[in-house]
């Protein structure tokens, strides 16, 4: 706009995220007639009341078919609602498909449209190849097609944002001159980064799709996918960031056979194949799709991404992945299982007598106990000591019955029948008699 708005009256000022909103205020102070702005810095300044809509005479919106799909539609739709309805309003794109057209309907009245070109179309001065590999040699097909063909700078492009890392750092590990750029950097980092690569400080700008549109970057030689584009309109964006300006530019697809299905949906956008690239530095590598099985693309990038989530290869000694395989010696023997001992008779033990009665400290029937080992709802434990409770003090010596079973290491007399409760004191078979009727009096912790 600088450039071509240079003869012209206009104050024009750019508004994007990740940078000082200082400077933008100051211009929005002092007025402005245009704004270049993305669609989350716009409301931000408007809902701080630096800027106002309401005479807004024409709207123009770039890269449209990514703005109505990218999830900025609320933001679109808001935007559009603070505008007159009386205006001009332009959308801009080189791939415009039927569903996003019905959807970019709605914000227009009586449209026209206007085709500079085929749609979907690459340009013709762009040569196009294509290299089938295998996964686990995508990197080492890279390398060799960089110092094979001799470009003088190229954008390699990723689908995943962890991909374009992991892929510049085994360039520059290698020795290469690069740099990265994805949508998770911060603004200023993007700046600097393609600041370097237009500069020719490095030759290599490993991105995401976020540098596939936007940007017009003049004498790029190359432009390498790294991964075939899920969508294929954006193959198009892609291979249009080279051949700009009526130079040549060379585009290269390195594929597996698990990407049959988004090269097939490619080509008939096209409505031409990909041919094969023709480069002897690569024909040891490459495999023909018809002898290898495409698989259903679970692992699709596993072997590629090093420390991924994908599946690792198993192997002896492997320890998560992360270096070779330790020695870690013979594996250990098993004990031989022992052999079953006989059971040995469990000699009887018969407990100790309770203390006379007269030894015995009185106590009410409504006295709770006292001391520890009180429990939740104050009853008292067994478990703490060898202390007996009032109905096991009372009845005498106990002993396990021979028709006893499950109740523990004391037992009441008279529970365990007739015949024992007759063998006791009278005083000790007069309370046995009766706590077995139950119509003995309680204290309150057994209540």
């Known amino acids: 706009f600088e450039k071509y708005g240079v003869n012209h009256k206009l104050n024009v000022a750019l508004l994007i995220g990740g940078v000082s909103m200082d400077e933008q205020i100051k211009k929005l102070d002092r007025g402005v007639d245009v704004l270049i702005a993305t669609p989350g810095r716009l409301m931000d300044h408007f809902d701080r009341g630096r800027i106002i809509l309401n005479d807004v005479k024409v709207l123009v919106i770039d890269e449209a078919d990514r703005m109505l799909d990218m999830g900025f539609i609320p933001d679109v739709e808001r ?3 603070m505008l007159p309805k009386i205006r001009q309003t332009l959308f801009f ?14 914000f227009l009245m009586n449209p026209k449209e206007v085709q500079a070109d085929t749609p ?7 040569v196009q190849g294509l290299v089938m590999v295998r996964a686990e040699d995508k990197r080492e097909c890279v390398r060799r097609l960089i110092r094979a063909e001799h470009l003088e700078n190229a954008f390699i492009f990723c689908n995943r944002k962890r991909d374009v890392d992991i892929l510049y750092k085994s360039l520059v590990k290698h020795g290469f001159n690069a740099v990265a750029l994805h949508g998770d950097m911060p603004q200023s980092k993007r700046m600097e980064m393609l600041a370097k690569f237009k500069s020719g400080e490095a030759k290599l700008l490993v991105c995401s799709d976020v540098a596939a549109r936007g940007l017009d970057i003049t004498g790029v030689s190359h432009v390498i996918n790294f991964d075939v584009p899920i969508h294929s309109e954006d193959y198009v964006h892609r291979i249009g960031r080279t051949g700009r300006a009526g130079l040549t530019g060379h585009a290269v ?11 097939a949906s490619i080509e008939n956008l096209l409505k031409q194949p990909i ?10 590598i490459r495999v023909d799709p018809a002898t290898v099985p495409a698989d259903d693309g679970s692992d699709r990038g596993s072997r590629v991404r090093g420390r991924g989530r994908g599946r690792k290869p198993a192997g002896p000694g492997r320890g998560r992945g992360r270096g070779p395989a330790r020695d870690r010696g013979p594996a250990p023997v098993a004990a031989p299982a022992p ?5 040995a008779p469990v000699p009887e033990v018969p407990m100790a007598a309770a203390p006379p009665p007269e030894e015995q400290p009185a106590r009410h029937d409504n006295e709770k106990p006292r001391g520890r080992g009180r429990g939740r709802g104050g009853r008292e434990r067994n478990d703490r000591g060898p202390r007996q409770d009032r109905w096991q003090r009372d009845a005498g010596v106990m002993e396990h019955g021979e028709n006893a079973l499950g109740f523990g290491a004391f037992l009441p007399a008279f529970m365990q029948g007739p015949a024992r409760a007759q063998s006791l004191s009278p005083e000790a078979a007069q309370m046995a008699e009766t706590m077995a009727s139950g ?9």
């Open 275 to 284: 041919p094969q690239l023709v480069e002897p530095a690569v024909d040891d």
């Open 120 to 126: 979907a179309t690459a340009a013709t001065t762009v």
């Open 93 to 106: 794109s080189a791939t415009m498909n039927a569903d996003i057209r019905r959807l970019a309907d709605q």
């Open 253 to 263: 697809t390195i594929a597996t056979p698990a990407d049959a299905k988004f090269l």
């Open 339 to 343: 052999m079953p001992m006989p059971e």
């Open 79 to 81: 935007i559009v609602s």
């Open 439 to 447: 119509s003995g009096a309680r204290d309150e912790e057994e209540e």
